[in-house]
């Protein structure tokens, strides 16, 4: 492997997150929105947590009746996976790969690109080893995880949040939503 690429897994070396006390980690999505701004099912998000893959980094469930609550970053990790899944890459690599991404600073995030061959998972940070995987001929497939970024903040601009410290429910751009609006004075 070339230097400045390194495989994903629990050998790599992170930087850590951003704080919890960051903006982005202030709102919380309930579970249906989570799994509208990441393409995946309920039936998938709940599988995930249950077995640890990706767990809500903002409250997890604690009983019957009680819903998890997951952040921005927990919605950008669940749509990387559901591509690495859907491009065929072991969950054993995913596994890996989600302990990757949760120990990446968001700056670190945005410059990011996941390649793959189907057995192993590459982090690439800059474009020249994008092109090294690939004229290595191993690379197959990549995720450039910015590009995820972008799209789940433009499809969480759509949905509704929570705000973690009050659980006012932060209305997404839905002019034509007079019910959350009236949820939204009522509380």
């Known amino acids: 492997m070339p230097p400045g690429r390194s495989a994903v897994g629990p050998q790599a070396d992170g930087a850590p997150g951003e704080p919890a006390d960051s ?7 309930r579970g249906p929105t989570a799994c509208s701004a990441a393409g995946i099912t309920y039936r998938q998000l709940d599988y995930w947590a249950r077995t640890g893959l990706v767990e809500p980094s903002i409250r997890s469930a604690y009983g019957s009746g009680t ?3 997951y952040g921005f970053r927990d919605i950008v990790v669940l749509k990387i996976v559901k591509r690495l899944l859907d491009t065929g890459v072991s969950l054993q690599n995913i596994r890996a790969a989600v302990r990757h991404l949760r120990s990446r600073g968001r700056t670190d995030l945005a410059r990011m690109t996941l390649m793959s061959d189907g057995a192993t998972v590459y982090e690439c940070s800059s474009p020249d080893e994008v092109v090294d995987l690939l004229q290595g001929g191993q690379g197959v497939f990549g995720i450039a995880v910015g590009v995820v970024w972008k799209d789940v903040e433009g499809a969480l601009s759509q949905l509704h949040g929570e705000r973690v410290d009050t659980g006012e429910t932060l209305v997404g751009d839905h002019p ?5 609006r009236r949820r939204n004075r009522a509380g």
Request: charged letters at 35%; a negative charge.
């Open 23 to 29: 903006p982005a980690e202030q709102v919380g999505y």
């Open 176 to 180: 034509e939503d007079e019910l959350a």
């Open 67 to 69: 819903q998890r609550l």
